[in-house]
């Protein structure tokens, strides 16, 4: 099955690898596909190795214990920071989590102790940053997460519903905008170390719009991560491939929530 992710590319042919060590790739609805038989020396049928092929489901429930192990987490970090810590703990986080993130996106094969380590890390870091933007402005954490899962429950309904599809224009615009983006915002955090101030986060008018920018391009990434578990279903990835599905999403999400928070306080700070 051909895609147009370079990485789901490079998982389907891990997928065939395993295929050929004994397995059959998932049914059109996920189902587990029926085994191969190899005969053994005693001349009877001997039984293929047992690797599962990933499911939706999988996905869902690997989801949601990330969005668990998070919340616990951000929730523990809230509580047992000392105040004078938060901004150490933030940044500490922060680093630690995107050094994790690169190596998950990029590494050859899916580790979910690596993905259970992010987000706990990532939990540190929502902790932290919400508990900073809840003590400047009352009540905007729940704000901020409800308008977050609100909009991830569209998209998807988008998506099931055909509204938005992830066709290779689209995909690779949406790799390159959001490369940028990334390149963007590692250039103004640089800047601010040194005192630099160029206006994309202090609350303007262009940094509302650089933060809406980043809000519906962290939404439509969702479509990316949908795409890449309906392909991954179709192609038959082993079960394990689904901590990396879920950590595509967790990613989006913790995204889009950073950004929705930043955007509420610009609002905010001008009562």
């Not at 932290?128 to 308008?147: C, H, N, P, R, W």
């Amino acid at each position: 099955m051909k895609t147009s992710n370079p990485v789901l590319a490079r998982l389907g042919q891990a997928a065939e690898r395993e295929r050929s060590a004994g397995y059959a790739p998932a049914g059109p609805y996920g189902q587990p596909g029926i085994p191969q038989q190899y005969p053994s020396q005693a001349g009877y049928p001997a039984a293929p190795p047992t690797v599962a092929p990933m499911t939706v489901d999988d996905v869902v429930v690997k989801t949601v214990a990330l969005l668990g192990i998070l919340g616990i987490t951000a929730a523990a970090a809230w509580v047992l920071v000392p105040d004078r810590f938060v901004g150490t703990a933030w940044i500490g986080a922060a680093v630690v989590g995107l050094v994790l993130g690169l190596i998950i996106s990029f590494s050859r094969m899916a580790n979910p102790a690596l993905v259970i380590a992010y987000a706990v890390v990532e939990g540190v870091f929502v902790g932290m940053v919400s508990k900073a933007f809840e003590t400047a402005y009352d009540g905007i954490v729940l704000q901020a997460a409800a308008a977050s899962f609100g909009i991830f429950f569209l998209m998807a309904m988008l998506y099931r519903a055909k509204v938005i599809r992830a066709t290779p224009a689209f995909v690779k615009g949406m790799i390159a905008v959001m490369v940028g983006l990334f390149a963007v915002m590692m250039i103004n955090l640089v800047l601010a170390l040194f005192g630099v101030n160029t206006g994309l986060r202090d609350g303007s008018p262009l940094a509302i719009g650089f933060s809406l920018v980043c809000i519906v391009v962290a939404s439509l990434s969702f479509v990316l991560s949908f795409k890449e578990i309906e392909d991954g279903v179709r192609m038959g990835l082993p079960q394990r491939y689904s901590w990396v599905a879920a950590f595509g999403i967790l990613v989006s999400l913790v995204w889009l929530y950073i950004e929705i928070l930043r955007l509420l306080s610009y609002f905010q700070g001008d009562d």
